[in-house]
């Protein structure tokens, strides 16, 4: 009889959220930098593969696994995550939204509405206490966060302003919450194991995104709310640099698409900025945001490759001794 099967850890979704992050990059490059729209085009397409494969990948490992969903969104460290799924929605729906202004609308709509369910009902699970604050990570930055940011530039997007400017409201007052909360956490509590370390990453995202949701909302010009938002961007990038030595020492893991999607989205804010800027060179700035973001996410898709490859295979050779081994005990 066949054991349960696990279900796939709700970080694997942070694979889809990576690549949307390359994707929006490359749509402002094409928007500032002159590339050709096709290339960012392309990127949501596999964005949207991406997307489409692990859901159902999750669904159906879940259905033969004996854990439920209930069980894995309450769990500490994985809970919050699954706020990617309707988070990368609301992307792709933007995007949609340039094409097939209906579809993008029902697609946006639709994943902040699960966002926002998510998010009430994660938050009513911490009030029950039974959270220990050393499981405390950047991932509870996502329900809440990263969710709402997000909501308000792609709602705005779409045409819906009121939507958009609430969005960024509860994404800025729980951004200072919940910061306030993990800074304390990594301050006063042990480490974070290593599997988590990366999810430290997720600290650069905030301001960044925004900072993009603000630029969306009032258009792309320096005023004091931008100028903050980039200053406290600056801050989180120095603290991303001083942690690197940390970050060297890790084995590479999935988990390390959690910084993917944090780059990303600095990069595309601080493109954004150069071209606000106008300075001499602000192009060259520009690209060399692009080019880095880029190397970043491809160099962490191939290792990913290479890493799952590299399980398969010893998983193969392990069910072939296994088989050898039965058919030497059947044979005496």
Not at 112 to 117: C, E, L, M, R, S
Request: hydrophobic letters at 60%; one cysteine or more.
């Amino acid at each position: 009889m066949m054991s349960p099967a696990q279900r796939i850890p709700l970080n694997t979704l942070a694979i889809a959220f990576g690549l949307a992050g390359l994707a929006t990059v490359w749509t402002v490059a094409a928007r500032l930098l002159g590339v050709p729209e096709l290339v960012g085009q392309l990127l949501w397409v596999v964005v949207a593969v991406a997307w489409l494969w692990l859901i159902v990948a999750h669904l159906r490992r879940g259905a033969r696994s004996a854990e439920s969903l209930a069980d894995q969104l309450r769990h500490p460290a994985q809970g919050p995550i699954a706020a990617l799924v309707p988070v990368v929605g609301m992307l792709l729906g933007a995007d949609l939204y340039r094409f097939v202004p209906l579809a993008g609308v029902i697609l946006v709509i639709a994943s902040i509405v699960v966002a926002a369910g998510f998010a009430g009902w994660i938050l009513a699970f911490w009030h029950s206490g039974s959270l220990p604050p050393e499981a405390f990570h950047g991932g509870y930055l996502l329900p809440t966060v990263a969710a709402s940011l997000i909501a308000a530039t792609t709602s705005y997007r779409i045409g819906v302003p009121a939507l958009a400017i609430g969005a960024f409201a509860v994404g800025v007052f729980f951004w200072v919450v919940i910061s306030t909360v993990l800074l304390a956490r990594l301050a006063f509590f042990s480490p974070l194991p290593d599997a988590l370390t990366p999810t430290c990453a997720i600290l650069l995202a905030p301001p960044a995104v925004a900072g993009t949701a603000w630029f969306t909302i009032n258009g792309e010009h320096a005023d004091l709310v931008s100028m903050a938002l980039l200053g406290l961007l600056v801050l989180m990038a120095l603290q991303q640099l001083a942690l690197l030595p940390r970050y060297r020492r890790l084995s590479f893991t999935l988990g390390f698409w959690s910084f993917t999607f944090p780059l990303a989205a600095a990069g595309g804010y601080g493109a954004e900025w150069a071209s606000v800027a106008a300075f001499p060179g602000w192009q060259l700035v520009a690209w060399l945001l692009v080019a880095l973001v880029t190397v970043v996410i491809l160099a962490v898709a191939v290792r990913s490759l290479l890493l799952v490859t590299s399980v398969r295979r010893g998983v193969q050779r392990a069910e072939i001794v296994l088989r050898r081994a039965d058919d030497a005990v059947e044979r005496r």
